[in-house]
Nanobody
Framework: QVQLVESGGGLVQAGGSLRLSCAAS????????MGWFRQAPGKEREFVAA????????YYADSVKGRFTISRDNAKKTVYLQMTSLKPEDTAVYYC??????????????????WGQGTQVTVSS
């Protein structure tokens, strides 16, 4: 069983920045492909970004491309999501999860396993 714990959410004004962290308990974290998703009230969970186990490949939803950056530190067993130029429409609960597929980069939440509990991001206008 893998535990994922997100942190770093909060309230920020439009145009501001936040960095989310996702800490994993697994010893084998360094071989996991990982992803970030978000879910706003009344909406389906949507893909935000993904990163392969080595950090060599990253993938982004069009809505966040150029504003968000996903990265990882395997020594710290942590994946990060740096969010800049935040907009009110970025308001959501943000989740990290493990992608068990070998190629990584999936945008389908149904393919992911081991979800964290989420961290709330609220962007005020």
């Amino acid at each position: 069983q893998v535990q994922l714990v997100e942190s770093g959410g909060g309230l920020v004004q439009a145009g501001g920045s936040l960095r989310l962290s996702c800490a994993a308990s697994a010893r084998t974290f360094s071989i996991y492909n990982m992803g970030w998703f978000r879910q706003a009230p009344g909406k389906e969970r949507e893909f935000v970004a993904a990163i392969t186990w080595s950090g060599g490949n990253t993938y982004y939803a069009d809505s966040v491309k150029g504003r968000f950056t996903i990265s990882r530190d395997n020594a710290k067993k942590t994946v990060y999501l740096q969010m800049t130029s935040l907009k009110p429409e970025d308001t959501a609960v943000y989740y990290c999860a493990r992608d068990p597929n070998s190629r990584g980069g999936s945008s389908d939440p149904a393919e992911y396993i081991y979800w964290g509990q989420g961290t709330q991001v609220t962007v005020s206008s």
